[in-house]
């Protein structure tokens, strides 16, 4: 029941770019159109999912006992950066296919802020490890979820007649703050009165 | 030198012209002294590591260029981390999650890369110094539309200043993550008709 109420919590009620603005770079620059922000979205849940669990091992039982906590910043980033580049090759050998359709998006992912938040929002909140796991899975569908929608959006305003300093940048802006507010009604007490809490 | 220092100001401000970074900026812009806190802290990482890039440039190869910035980006701020715990706590808690995200904040990545590594030490850190207070200049101003008519006040740290009519009834959706996204919008489209006048 607590993971599902994660899941529902960092999907909608805290959804990562929506209302913490992590990953706001990718999210304005891959979502102009549907296909390349599925991919980004795919290739982004796939790294939080793993790096996240990798952080929280060498976080437990690495740097804890050792009492190297301070390095914490340092490590993970590292962490990433090198698992980004795995990620690459392992699926460039095992899955060409999946790598043409997410090879050109894994390497910005490491600049992504979501894939470093949600692993040290996971140390702050001290989730174990399957609520680590579900916690960086559901920030990742997050992330999908509003990338794709905005993506379908993004390819109408392309037809609509936007004034003419609003277009490009700012009109996406506005957009995502409207939907933002439409995801204000997704509130906390969701949880309790599904009875997840 | 003047240009590189000045040049962050507006023409090429990191947060309005380049949109670089904006996790930060809408993260922590519902107060003043969070942004001015989270500036600060941005700032000096972005000097350090500036100053440090340009000065290991001939040393790093090109190949591994990208991780070995972000090792010495990522040594900086756990050194301002450290700092502020020690002797601004409650910025340091207000700032949280945001704090240590100043590592992947592409304003400081993209300087080292596209300035710092090819340019002088000293001409890096003037070029540091300018991006920061372009940097600190537009978060501030994003917190105080925000806070002025999100939340009726105006705080500078310790002291705050509460605004007759807007405290009772501000237009709250400014203060939302909603408001931050649609005022980044408005301005950003503002500064788009200002450069296109320019022009």
């Known amino acids: 029941m607590r993971l599902v109420a994660l899941l529902i919590t960092y999907v909608f009620i805290n959804n990562f770019i929506l209302v913490q603005f992590m990953g706001l770079c990718p999210f304005i620059g891959v979502s102009k159109n549907s296909e390349s922000a599925i991919g980004m979205g795919l290739a982004v849940t796939f790294v939080t999912a793993v790096s996240s669990t990798v952080c929280y091992l060498i976080y437990y039982y690495l740097l804890v006992p050792f009492s190297l906590e301070y390095l914490q910043t340092v490590v993970f980033i590292l962490v990433i950066a090198s698992l980004v580049q795995v990620v690459e090759r392992f699926i460039r050998v095992t899955s060409p296919s999946l790598y043409k359709a997410l090879g050109i998006y894994l390497p910005l992912i490491t600049t992504n802020c979501i894939v470093l938040g949600i692993s040290i929002i996971n140390i702050n909140e001290k989730y174990n490890l399957l609520e680590s796991f579900v916690s960086s899975v559901a920030a990742g569908l997050g992330f999908t979820l509003v990338i794709i929608l905005m993506s379908n959006i993004r390819e109408r305003l392309e037809l609509s007649d936007v004034p003419k300093s609003f277009r490009g940048l700012p009109i996406a802006f506005v957009t995502a703050g409207l939907m933002a507010l439409a995801f204000m009604g997704f509130d906390r007490a969701i949880i309790s009165n599904l009875h997840l809490a | 030198m003047k240009k590189e220092l000045t040049k962050g100001f507006f023409k090429e401000n990191p947060t309005f012209i380049l949109v670089l970074g904006l996790c930060p900026t809408l993260g922590v812009s519902t107060s003043v002294s969070n942004a001015i806190g989270m500036g600060i802290a941005a700032t000096l990482v972005l000097v350090g590591s500036n ?43 207000a700032l949280g999650v945001y704090l240590p995200l100043i590592v992947v904040n592409c304003i400081i990545l993209g300087r080292a890369e596209a300035f710092a590594s090819k340019n002088s030490p000293l001409a890096s850190v003037m070029d540091a110094i300018g991006m920061g207070i372009g940097f600190t200049m537009s978060l501030t101003m994003i917190a105080l539309i925000r806070e002025v008519i999100g939340n009726g006040t105006i705080s500078f740290f310790a002291w705050k200043i509460a ?14 993550p909603a408001g931050a996204l649609l005022l980044m919008g408005y301005l950003k489209a503002m500064f788009n008709k200002i450069q296109e006048k320019k022009k």
């Open chain 2, 51 to 93: 100053f440090l890039v340009s000065m290991l440039k001939d040393y790093i190869a090109d190949s591994i260029r990208i991780p070995s910035f972000i090792v010495i980006i990522a040594s900086f701020v756990t050194v301002v981390q450290m700092v502020m715990n020690a002797y601004l706590p409650d910025l340091y808690a």
């Open chain 2, 163 to 176: 605004l007759p009519g807007l405290k009772d009834n501000p237009v709250r959706v400014l203060a939302a």
